[in-house]
């Protein structure tokens, strides 16, 4: 019952999480492992609380792929730290089996969603690539240190970047880059007219004589 209702209920707009039917879901199945072993091994006295428990452990590690906070989790819940190493060995196994065939609970319905989620690794794939390889054919649009107004403003309205590298030219004609401009401060400083510069040559057809350090 809590496996179909948790399945039904996520991902709408009922406030139900999948922590607490993740608990009741891994340990009944635990429990039952748990059973099974008792009327086997009856005379190894094993407590069938502790499968229930190790379940519960495995079906978050597995679904949600928590590891260090779930293990402090059901740490803190049974206040027991001779479960420890048996928790950490399940949450490391079913984490890894998971990972062996699809993403966590929580990053799938994130990519179902359509929601931009920046993943903790790099896939295998991208971890050899290069910044150059991931523009592709895109031109990278910089700011030098010292620009006119009139080219901040042709920029920010041809293309949708949030970042901007600020470049600058050595006497060798190395192109360095100096640091990173977001598209909102420079909103605010357009708006502001903070560091703006007069320019010391005649205004030219777009009006653009200022400057912006």
């Not at 523009?135 to 949030?162: E, M, T, W, Y």
Request: with cysteine; glycine share 10%.
């Amino acid at each position: 019952m809590f496996y179909a209702l948790a399945v039904i209920t996520f991902g709408s707009a009922v406030p139900a999480g999948q922590f607490v039917p993740g608990i009741m879901i891994g340990s009944t199945y635990g429990r039952l492992v748990g059973m099974f072993v008792v009327k086997f091994y009856a005379k190894l006295n094993i407590e069938e609380g502790t499968y229930a428990l190790l379940g519960a452990a495995s079906f978050l590690g597995g679904s949600m792929r928590m590891t260090v906070s779930l293990c402090v989790i059901m740490v803190e819940l049974t206040n027991n730290l001779k479960l420890l190493p048996l928790i950490m060995l399940v949450l490391l196994i079913s984490k890894a089996v998971g990972d062996a065939f699809n993403e966590g609970l929580y990053e799938e319905q994130a990519r179902l969603r359509g929601i931009p989620l920046l993943e903790s690794r790099p896939k295998y794939e991208m971890r050899k690539m290069t910044a150059k390889e991931a523009c592709g054919n895109q031109k990278v649009v910089s700011f030098p240190r010292i620009a006119k107004v009139a080219d901040v403003v042709a920029i920010l309205r041809s293309n949708k970047h949030n970042g901007f590298p600020v470049i600058d030219h050595t006497r060798n004609g190395e192109t360095l880059v100096i640091g990173l401009v977001l598209r909102s401060h420079l909103l605010v400083l357009l708006q502001s007219k903070v560091d703006f510069q007069h320019s010391p040559f005649p205004s030219d057809a777009t009006g653009g004589s200022g400057q912006m350090r």
